[in-house]
Structures are given as structure tokens and as C-alpha cells.
């Protein structure tokens, strides 16, 4: 992404505030030398990673504007909505001409979240599956978690009900990292479990995980993104 680092630091200065280059450095994670070298060689322009910039709206968010759709562009959101939709990664690397393997390189790398520059990744999908807690829209990954402990805990959910959605499963699967295990996490779980539906499933494999993500559907209407519900 595009960002202005001098329009940053004056906007911060008009408030009433300052900022040092080691602090910019620091806030974004960014070395020294590249920072000065767009201050003083480029007018402060620099191609920022997404995550990057983001930590610049954290520190100072009068600062800096997001695009209103920033949020919705990641690495989750891209892997949630390819699982519901049952797309591969090739369906989206036709779509943007991109290589297959680009894009699983993207997706395997969970230090990155946010990937407001891979915006054509998204143009196929019809709707987006956005990761929440508390329906505010997560920004990065949590802890993995230990999958035999999970499979041990399946056993201590035998009283929750509901019925939790397709959606929402995958997309708690995404988030700790274990969707390649769905089919196990199932089959030991129709085995504790009996003549109880998939949803019931989904549910009771939610519920062992350290919190359940739920998920903002964004619809594609000529390609701008509206907001629609939450479940």
C-alpha cells in the first residue's frame, strides 16, 4: 500500500503530538535506513505492506485513513471464503492471473494478515466471510492450539447445544490453523457423539475451542463491498 510518511508525521504534529523516526521505525517495524530513505529521498512516500500500515493507524488513528474496506482483505478472509465456497486456489489464480503457488505461499504465511494489496484475489467471490469476535472484525491470528488436546476435550462437550453454521466452523478452523484437520476432528466426533447432525458437530467442536470467531458476510454488488449481517 501506498502511504505518505511526512503527511503522517505533520498530521500527528498539528494535533499537538511528535514522532521520531526510531518511534515510526518501531511502530511499523520497519529498519531505520528504509524509513529515512523515504523521508528524504522519495517526499515520504513509501509501499508499505498492509500489516505495516495498519500498525500505523493503531498508533496514531487520527493520523492516517483506511480505506473503509481495509479490514476485509486477508489472509483469513480469502481461506474462509475460498473453504465455504469450495474454491481452489487455482479458481482464484485464473481470476486474477496470478500463480497458483503465489497464492498458497500467501495463505501458508500467517505472520501476514491484512492484504489490502492482493485485492484481485477477492474478485471472484460473490460474498466474503470476514473473521469477528463480538462483531468487531478480527486483525490478526491467535495462538495455535495443541490438536490432541482438542480431540481429548471433544469428550467434555456433551451438554452444549445449538447448531453452529458451516461458515462459522471453517472459519474457527482457519483462525487456529486446523482446517486440514476438519475430517479427523469429524470422525472423532461422530464417534462420541451419536445420531446427532453435522451442525450439532460443528457446534460441539466449536465449543472446546479458547474462543469461537463468528463471521461477517460482505456482499459483492459490482464489485463494492456492503456489509450485510453477522451470524
Known amino acids: 500500500m501506498i502511504v505518505d510518511l511526512l503527511d503522517y508525521v505533520e498530521k500527528i504534529a498539528e494535533q499537538g503530538g511528535s514522532i521520531k523516526q526510531k518511534e515510526l521505525c518501531n511502530i511499523a517495524g520497519i529498519n531505520r535506513y528504509t524509513i529515512s530513505m ?3 529521498q522519495h517526499d515520504g512516500i513509501y509501499n508499505m505492506k498492509p500489516d505495516k500500515v495498519y500498525k500505523l493507524y493503531l498508533a496514531h488513528p487520527t493520523a492516517i485513513t483506511l480505506p473503509d474496506d481495509f479490514t476485509y482483505y486477508s489472509t483469513a478472509s480469502l481461506k474462509c471464503s475460498a473453504k465455504v465456497s469450495n474454491m481452489l486456489n ?3 489464480a485464473d481470476e486474477c492471473k496470478d500463480s497458483t503457488s503465489t497464492i ?7 505472520k501476514n494478515y491484512f492484504i489490502y494489496d492482493k485485492k484481485e484475489y477477492f474478485t471472484k467471490f460473490k460474498e466474503l466471510y470476514v473473521p469477528a469476535l463480538e462483531d468487531e472484525i478480527v486483525s490478526n491470528y491467535p495462538e495455535e492450539i495443541n490438536l490432541e488436546e482438542l480431540l481429548s476435550n471433544l469428550d ?3 451438554k452444549v447445544k445449538g447448531e453452529t453454521t458451516v461458515a462459522v ?3 474457527n478452523l482457519v483462525m487456529y490453523n486446523i482446517e486440514t484437520k476438519a475430517s479427523l476432528l469429524l470422525k472423532k466426533a461422530r464417534r462420541i457423539y451419536k445420531n446427532i447432525d453435522d451442525f ?3 457446534t460441539k467442536i466449536c465449543a472446546v475451542l479458547p ?6 458476510i460482505i456482499l459483492n454488488e459490482e464489485n463494492a463491498w456492503r456489509h ?4
Open 211 to 216: 474462543q469461537k470467531y463468528d463471521v461477517k
Open 200 to 202: 450439532e458437530i460443528y
Open 228 to 231: 450485510e449481517k453477522a451470524y
Open 104 to 110: 498458497s505461499r500467501t495463505l501458508r504465511n500467517r
Open 169 to 171: 466452523f471453517i472459519t
Open 156 to 158: 467434555k462437550t456433551m
Open 90 to 92: 487455482r479458481d482464484i
Open 38 to 40: 523515504a523521508m528524504n
